[in-house]
């Protein structure tokens, strides 16, 4: 059983264009992440979710808008694409009172033409 | 300074070398310490959590030193399966518990 998976694996897009990728857990936690990749292989939070609470917002532009319909649930919505999203995208999971560690997704590789 | 720092490598040792790739902090305030493994086009995984006593798995052994905001990660009788990137992470306990991962360091294992 997969614990956190994300679709699509792969998101080819154009500028402009707007795109979202979906993240699931089944692993009961209260806290989902979406970390940003790219090709200098930083791994740079962008959101934080606990319990459908905002907790972490990092500097992101607002056209990465996150939504966590339930505790299982992160999508990631980018409107506007430009050829500075292209990443790999990982969202992740955890649960806060049993410490900080996280299992991430497979990762959505996104390229913006 | 960055958050957090690592030589980004890569160390390219023989099967059956020891190697030892380190990490810095800059914030004091960090209160938990893990390295993760990163195959390549893959996620992150944890590999293990590093305590202020040093922590030993099997042929790795992780050791973390509070006054010098340094960590470091020690493999030993490398395996061909070990060659993967490893991130040092660091993680508060405030700010909603943000976690910092380092550039990572390149490990290839040749035969």
């Known amino acids: 059983d997969t614990a956190v998976s994300q679709t699509p694996k792969y998101l080819v897009t154009q500028m402009g264009n707007d795109k979202s990728i979906k993240c699931e857990q089944n692993l009961g936690h209260d806290t989902m992440y979406w970390y940003k990749q790219d090709s200098k292989k930083f791994l740079k939070i962008m959101f934080s979710y606990n319990n459908k609470e905002l907790i972490i917002n990092e500097t992101v532009p607002n056209r990465f808008s996150p939504k966590s319909p339930d505790k299982a649930h992160l999508n990631l919505h980018i409107n506007s694409l430009e050829l500075g999203d292209s990443a790999v995208y990982f969202c992740?999971?955890?649960?806060?009172?049993?410490?900080?560690?996280?299992?991430f997704g497979p990762g959505t590789r996104l390229t913006v033409t | 300074r960055k958050e957090v720092e690592q030589d980004p490598g890569p160390f390219n040792v023989p099967e059956g070398a020891t190697v030892a790739f380190n990490c810095t902090y800059s914030n004091s305030a960090s209160q938990s310490f893990f390295w993760y493994r990163q195959d390549c086009r893959k996620e992150p995984k944890l590999l293990m959590s590093?305590?202020?006593s040093g922590n030993e798995d099997g042929r790795f052994t992780a050791q973390l030193n509070r006054a010098s905001q340094y960590i470091s990660l020690l493999i030993r009788d490398s395996k061909l399966s070990d060659s993967a990137t490893y991130l040092c992470?660091?993680?508060?306990?405030?700010?909603?518990?943000?976690?910092?991962f380092g550039a990572g360091t390149r490990l290839f294992v040749k035969a």
């Open positions: 590093v305590y202020s």
């Open positions: 992470v660091v993680k508060g306990s405030t700010g909603g518990f943000k976690t910092i």
């Open positions: 992740a999971s955890s649960q806060l009172d049993r410490g900080p560690l996280q299992y």
